[in-house]
């Protein structure tokens, strides 16, 4: 005896709630059987939601890392490091990747840039001891600056 709709939606919301894993798993399993009405729908498109928003969350993450770095570099030139030129760089790389894959998320960028640097420049008070005013409220690294500047101890452009 086929179940019910309600009583298929009521399982699965149950199943999301208990056991995510679970739930994915029989989500994936249905959609490859192609039995589209007992799919949880509502819980599907948070999830895709949720997708999305973390891809842009690790643009805005790689960004703060990003900034963090460059203000320590530019604020503390006598603690430059090998080390800071390695998380420069491989945030460039991270930043790059995310944009090649999602291109999309060009149209959030100025707004990830700016958060990003709202939290890199929260970041780099922690860590210098630098008082958050030393920092300008805007970032004053163009898109130019945050892909291309050399950050190099071996570079004459400090």
Same mark, same amino acid.
């Given at each position: 005896?086929? @179940? ?92 790059? @990747? ?29 860590? @210098? ?30």
């Amino acid at each position: 005896m086929p @179940t019910s709709p309600s009583v298929v939606a009521q399982d699965q919301s149950s199943l999301y709630e208990d056991d995510l894993y679970a739930w994915a798993n029989r989500q994936a399993e249905l959609l490859r059987a192609r039995k589209l009405d007992e799919l949880d729908l509502d819980h599907i498109a948070e999830e895709i939601d949720d997708v999305g928003n973390e891809i842009y969350e690790r643009l805005e993450s790689a960004l703060t890392i990003l900034f963090m770095h460059m203000l320590k570099w530019d604020y503390q030139p006598e603690r430059r490091s090998r080390s800071r030129e390695a998380t420069i760089r491989e945030q460039r790389k991270r930043i790059a @990747t995310l944009m090649r894959k999602n291109p999309s998320l060009k149209a959030r960028l100025a707004a990830a840039q700016q958060s990003g640097y709202d939290y890199g420049r929260d970041k780099a008070s922690g860590e @210098t001891d630098i008082p958050v005013e030393n920092f300008p409220d805007v970032s004053p690294y163009s898109w130019l600056d945050v892909t291309e500047r050399e950050f190099r101890l071996d570079s004459s452009d400090k």
